[in-house]
């Protein structure tokens, strides 16, 4: 399943990964498409078998805090947007663990992972013994080896407290501890605790996976203790090199051998409609994780180019194009102008050496202007002065752990150009023949009339949306 992992018409963000049993959750908010908001009234779970990432199941409502057509209120207490929850296994149940806007948030139970969940509590604490107001912020709960519950939160600043672990709500007397992380004015921005607290604990090390204060990162720190301090290890990706970038918010989850981190991306042009994707990353003897950046593979090794690939895949989109819907069946990449790059990682062309070239076919809604698309691998300048030798390095050991943007251009090999007419249509030619592992750009190009003003006048307008490609041999 590739980036996002979900189907085109489900914005998922906020994602808490869990593995239960022989299964992956995937629990989180739930973002509405085309809204100028954060998240809805409503928590949905998706869940897949460890061995068939490919193949994801929709388990419905699992809670909500207003009726809709077939379903009563999860609670009585409030009716506001949920927002980021976590869900962790204790004793044979399962506990969901909400945050809601402007209330109090609350606990819930379920026999099952995939609930649906019924309320359980509310917090219970005494006001010294709740940092962040007691609405418990972006809540990520850790069941220690030994049993023992620890929820983390919080908003600008990290706190935490340990749980009864019997009732699973009831916050300990005493237990409250501010600023687990040092996240001091002096501590530069990119390091500082923001929000969206989620823990793990891998071999002996706690880990706390949250974002921090600038930047569209998902950032992580590091303890011998559930209880902290935490010191900040590193980042693990940035949603927003070379794409629209916004709020990241995820964790990691180890499936079988290979870990990955689960995250978001934008959509609509806009920091909402969020989407869930995911990476794999690596965790050094040392602890730490090398940045990882973000692709169009999700689970996959690597893509088919010779099966039809949707546009809205796109792990680099710049100079102002951005993914938009049309309808539910149909997601494509919009405001495609002079100048804008729109880019794919990665595809394993093969090694069929037989012709010189191939053929690709591009499918796009025309919105009257003439333009073009330079076809390119590997990199999106084309300029001779352009040092390429640690791409072509990092290209050739195959490793993407440590190279996670292309902010300043890195030169690419031009195999071909698509002409892109006036109308809806498929446009095809042939291009250079490819082989072995590399990411694919198009470069578009504006109308390119000789008449000054006319020239000018077509290049700032938009040439087409795209929708669908594929190479064809």
Not at 159 to 168: I, K
Request: proline fraction near 5%; charged fraction near 25%.
């Amino acid at each position: 399943m590739a980036n996002p992992i979900l189907p085109l018409w489900e914005c998922i963000p906020d994602g808490e990964p869990r593995q239960f049993g022989d299964r992956v959750y995937l629990y989180g908010s739930h973002d509405r498409f085309g809204c100028d908001k954060f998240c809805d009234y409503k928590l949905k779970a998706w869940s897949a078998p460890i061995d068939d990432l490919d193949h994801w199941t929709c388990h419905g409502h699992i809670f909500q805090t207003r009726p809709d057509t077939d379903h009563e209120s999860s609670v009585t207490h409030t009716d506001h947007e949920l927002y980021a929850p976590d869900v962790v296994e204790k004793d044979g149940k399962y506990y969901l663990y909400t945050y809601i806007v402007g209330a109090k948030g609350c606990v819930s139970v379920s026999d099952k992972p995939e609930g649906p969940f019924t309320f359980l509590s509310t917090y219970e604490y005494a006001p010294e013994d709740a940092g962040d107001e007691g609405i418990y912020n972006d809540p990520g709960v850790l069941v220690d080896d030994d049993g023992r519950v620890y929820i983390y939160y919080g908003f600008e600043h990290s706190n935490m407290n340990e749980l009864d672990g019997g009732s699973m709500y009831k916050v300990k007397p005493g237990s409250l501890i501010r600023r687990i992380m040092d996240d001091r004015e002096e501590i530069p921005e990119p390091q500082r605790f923001y929000e969206a607290s989620s823990p793990r604990k891998i071999g002996d090390t706690y880990y706390l996976i949250y974002s921090p204060r600038k930047g569209s990162r998902l950032a992580y720190a590091t303890s011998n203790s559930p209880t902290g301090p935490f010191v900040y290890r590193g980042y693990i990706i940035d949603n927003g090199v070379d794409f629209p970038g916004g709020n990241n918010h995820g964790s990691l989850c180890k499936i079988g051998d290979q870990w990955y981190v689960f995250y978001h991306r934008m959509t609509n042009a806009s920091v909402f409609s969020r989407r869930a994707c995911v990476e794999k990353v690596t965790i050094l003897p040392d602890g730490t994780i090398p940045p990882v950046e973000m692709t169009s593979l999700g689970f996959e090794d690597a893509l088919d180019p010779y099966e039809p690939v949707k546009a809205e895949i796109a792990c680099v989109l710049m100079g102002g194009c951005f993914v938009t819907e049309k309808d539910v069946f149909r997601r494509v990449v919009t405001e495609v102008k002079d100048g804008c790059v729109i880019g794919y990682k990665y595809f394993d062309f093969g090694d069929d050496d037989s012709s010189k070239t191939m053929e690709l076919a591009i499918k796009t809604v025309g919105r009257g202007f003439r333009g073009r698309f330079h076809v390119l691998i590997d990199g999106t300048d084309l300029s001779e002065e352009n040092d390429n030798s640690v791409r072509s390095e990092w290209i050739e050991k195959g490793d993407n752990i440590g190279y996670s943007s292309l902010s300043k251009p890195v030169k690419g090999t031009e195999i071909g150009v698509i002409e892109i007419g006036l109308g809806d249509g498929i446009y095809r030619g042939r291009v250079r023949n490819v082989t072995g592992r590399h990411a694919v750009y198009f470069v578009a190009e504006g109308n390119s009339d000789t008449n000054t003003w006319t020239g000018s006048f077509f290049k700032d307008r938009v040439i087409c949306e795209f929708e669908e490609f594929v190479f064809l041999k």
